[in-house]
């Protein structure tokens, strides 16, 4: 049982840094790219892209659950991956994916006048573009869709090695084909048909290695209405949460466009998205143990689920509060090298406060993947539907007393709020005994990170010469990463980790 276990934990952090480096890949590229982006599509153009962006991910969503619950109920019974049931899950979801994603082109395809002419202020010269862009990502939605469920099976299969195979140069070409505007002179529909094009052969190639992993759906092509009904019991409630969860996440960027100006749109979400990639730790995590949620949930095997619960904490907040400190104190630093003084002066007091809120928010990621993987999905369903009428009040009056500062501030309080829910819930729906968080020190990771605050605080105070400030904080970094090593790692882990770091060394010099 000890060696399973082991094999186990490899598995799981070694396709942990796998999607870690996944998503590490294309912020990298990004940080590069969009200052290009912004200079070949102008300002104006890059909020209305932006603002596409957030409505793929919207209508990416809204597949009533359909690929959380391919990856929930395959990972039940994915030790055997030629179980008949496989082939129903997996093409039943493809199915209603694709013919949902032709649903939501026909609905995009139908508003963009209205979205463009009457909700956005968008400068005339820009309207016709903006109306093709919009009705183009559209046309990428019934692959959009059906990627997620294909990659959902291949997630319940542990198979993270062939996600981000996909995963990786799509999501970097989201960065590099807007950038490609400043010298080949793309215009943004230009772009939006280039994106359909990476897409579609993305999905292609998800349908490829699923067929190569399951070889039962190669012998058996089916829709299964049994199997629909199974999935959406599960996905209803994730339904609620796909449609509400990127509204909370992304109607501050509207409200700031009909309210302010689109023009603005960028000093909020250029800061917003890049902070918003710290979430890159939980989520590369909990790919990995979500599978692992619901199949040892459902197999009643408590112990390792608390276990796996606090470890995910432990390895989220450190990492992820460690760099959110960092960018907080060099945010105007950072905004004048990346993007100018104009962002200087527009986006350092938004960026600390989403530097603040994506501790909280990433942490959070931990409690509402475990509630979705316990079988639990309406829980943080209702938390979403209880917020949203609050969160719409107090982003309205925020950002029409402080602007973009208020709408950020709206934001921090929502993602407290929220994270104070799940937790709650999650203690008092499984009944996680605290001695499970106490074992993880996950106290003396949160006292560490507000012992590190105090000091950028003092140095910040007292030390003016630049050299030696970035010299300090170098040295609070270095000496918390070996404290950290030795404290909050027990001797397993440091093993663990020192081998995959090995490993990944090696396969990098061959």
Do not use: C
Not at 145 to 160: D, E, N, P
């Amino acid at each position: 049982m000890e060696k399973s276990n082991s094999v186990t934990g490899k598995l799981l952090a070694k396709n942990s840094f796998l999607n870690l480096f996944g998503m590490v890949i294309p912020l990298v590229v990004g940080i590069f790219a969009i200052p290009i982006a912004i200079k070949g599509l102008g300002t104006e153009v890059f909020g209305i892209f932006s603002i596409i962006w957030v409505i793929l991910g919207y209508f990416a969503l809204l597949d009533f659950g359909l690929a959380r619950s391919t990856t929930k109920f395959v990972a039940e019974i994915a030790e055997n991956r030629d179980h008949p049931s496989i082939a129903s899950i997996i093409w039943t979801a493809a199915i209603i994916s694709f013919s949902l994603g032709i649903i939501g082109a026909a609905v995009v395809f139908f508003v963009t006048p209205l979205l463009v002419n009457s909700v956005l202020d968008i400068s005339q010269e820009f309207v016709s573009a903006a109306i093709v862009s919009f009705r183009l990502a559209g046309m990428a939605l019934p692959v959009i869709l059906i990627s997620t469920s294909l990659r959902g099976a291949l997630a319940a299969a542990q198979r993270f090695d062939l996600v981000n195979i996909v995963f990786i140069p799509n999501s970097i070409l989201n960065f590099v084909l807007p950038a490609l505007s400043l010298p080949f002179g793309l215009n943004l529909p230009q772009v939006m048909v280039a994106i359909i094009i990476t897409r579609t052969a993305g999905a292609i190639i998800y349908l490829v290695f699923n067929l190569k992993t399951f070889p039962v759906i190669r012998r058996k092509f089916t829709f299964d209405s049994l199997v629909l009904k199974k999935l959406l019991s599960f996905g209803g409630w994730v339904t609620v949460t796909g449609i509400i969860s990127p509204v909370l996440v992304y109607i501050d960027r509207f409200f700031i466009g009909s309210i302010l100006t689109v023009s603005v749109v960028a000093y909020y979400t250029v800061p917003y998205d890049a902070i918003n990639r710290l979430r890159i730790f939980p989520i590369g995590l909990m790919k990995s143990i979500f599978p692992e949620f619901s199949s040892r949930a459902f197999k009643k095997q408590n112990s390792q689920v608390f276990s796996l619960f606090g470890r995910a904490i432990k390895y989220t907040l450190l990492p992820t509060g460690l760099i959110a400190l960092v960018i907080f104190y060099f945010a105007p630093f950072i905004l004048d090298i990346w993007l100018g003084e104009t962002f200087v002066e527009n986006a350092t007091v938004i960026t600390r406060i989403f530097t603040i809120g994506i501790i909280i928010n990433s942490v959070a990621y931990v409690p509402f993947n475990f509630l979705q993987g316990i079988g639990r999905p309406d829980l943080p369903a209702k938390f979403h539907i209880i917020e949203f009428p609050l969160y719409l009040l107090l982003l309205w009056q925020g950002t029409k007393l402080f602007g973009l500062e208020g709408a950020a501030i709206a934001w921090l309080v929502r993602v407290i709020f929220d994270a104070i829910l799940l937790f709650i819930y999650s203690f008092k729906v499984y009944s996680i005994p605290i001695a499970y968080i106490k074992e993880q020190k996950i106290y003396g990771e949160l006292a560490l990170l507000l012992l590190i605050g105090v000091l950028f605080f003092t140095i910040n105070m007292f030390i003016t010469i630049r050299i030696a400030e970035v010299l300090s904080i170098i040295i609070i970094l270095a000496a918390s990463g070996v404290f950290s090593w030795y404290r909050f790692l027990n001797e397993n882990e440091r093993d663990l980790f020192t081998s995959l770091i090995g490993q990944l060394y090696n396969r990098s010099t061959r």
